[in-house]
């Protein structure tokens, strides 16, 4: 071998490798429904039964996610509102108005490319790699 290559080439088998090739999914960084939409942390409004069980599948699905630090950010700019999922260094989506969605940032197109943020991987994501 001449030059460098990437590991998840020179090692396409190996777990780490898979984990890094997949693309960036929503609820790998943010609590999701089985539906693919963001879950807010549910705050209590009269029926404890209800609430309950919001918190339950909010903790369900957070505990699903890959990537520690992660949240829904909004921003106010020109008089023109900004939402998207950021740690406070990156952000990996952002909210299509037309599509009513999320999007990923074109930047990373897989995780691999998030190597350089030096991101805290949760014990979900840890599990998944060994």
Request: aromatic share 14%.
């Amino acid at each position: 071998m001449k030059t460098l290559i990437k590991m998840t080439d020179y090692l396409p088998d190996n777990p780490y490798s898979k984990f890094l090739k997949q693309t960036p999914q929503l609820y790998m960084f943010v609590p999701c429904d089985s539906e693919g939409n963001v879950l807010e942390e549910p705050i209590f409004k009269g029926d404890h039964d209800l609430l309950e069980f919001k918190h339950q599948e909010y903790q369900q699905a957070k505990e699903r996610c890959y990537f520690e630090g992660f949240e829904v950010k909004e921003r106010n700019c020109n008089e023109a509102k900004f939402k998207y999922i950021e740690n406070g260094l990156i952000a990996v989506f952002y909210y299509n108005k037309t599509t009513n969605s999320f999007e990923e940032n074109a930047d990373f197109k897989t995780l691999e490319d998030l190597i350089p943020y030096n991101l805290t991987l949760t014990a979900t994501a840890q599990k998944e790699i060994v």
